[in-house]
């Protein structure tokens, strides 16, 4: 059986990917996650305290399932294009739902900067990622660019084309 804590982030994560972090509100996380109100403050001090441990607990699986995609090519092109497969595995499990750190992002307010800074954490871990696969740091920063441009695009067309494109691009980059 899930603690409390575990069914409020359970619930705040499908939420907050599903309708954004401003469409929803803490009652109804309350309600869907089944605990009390004083549960809720027990565990989370404020909605953007939970936003933070879902944006943390989801650079962990995000970071996780890329590490998977990457780790079986033994070649570096084919390392990074298995991080572009990664992208279309995402978008056909989340309905191209999109980066979840961007997605939050566009509806933070600059008052919010504990949670930018999370997400710049993510982002600054991501370009670590490129970086160490490609030594080239220009070229690694074209290739980090392809790759969150793909995220984008993908989400806002919900096709995964302009990642097909992206892996022949690195193709004739490499």
């Known amino acids: 059986m899930k603690t409390a ?4 982030l359970e619930t705040a994560s499908v939420l907050f990917h599903k309708q954004g972090y401003n ?4 009652n109804q996380i309350i309600s869907e996650s089944n605990v009390a109100k004083a549960s809720f403050y027990m ?6 305290d ?11 699986y995000w970071f996780s399932e890329l590490l998977k995609f990457t780790s079986k090519p033994i070649e570096q092109t084919e ?8 992208i279309i595995y995402m978008n056909e499990n989340e309905d191209f739902r999109g980066c979840s750190f961007l997605n939050i992002m566009s509806e933070i307010s600059k008052n919010q900067d504990n949670i930018l800074k999370v997400i710049q954490a993510h982002k600054q871990d991501l370009i670590v990622f490129f970086k160490d696969l490609i030594e080239d740091e220009l070229l690694s920063t ?3 660019l392809l790759f969150e441009s793909s995220i984008i695009e993908s989400q ?3 096709s995964n084309e302009i990642i097909k494109k992206s892996k022949l691009i690195i193709h004739n980059l490499l």
Do not use: V
């Open 5 to 8: 804590r575990e069914r409020i």
């Open 23 to 26: 469409s929803t509100g803490i």
């Open 43 to 48: 565990h989370f001090k404020s909605k953007d």
């Open 50 to 60: 939970l936003c933070i441990e879902f944006l943390n607990k989801r650079h962990d």
């Open 79 to 86: 390392k990074i294009i298995a991080a572009f497969d990664f």
């Open 142 to 144: 074209h290739i980090y």
């Open 156 to 158: 806002l067309f919900k």
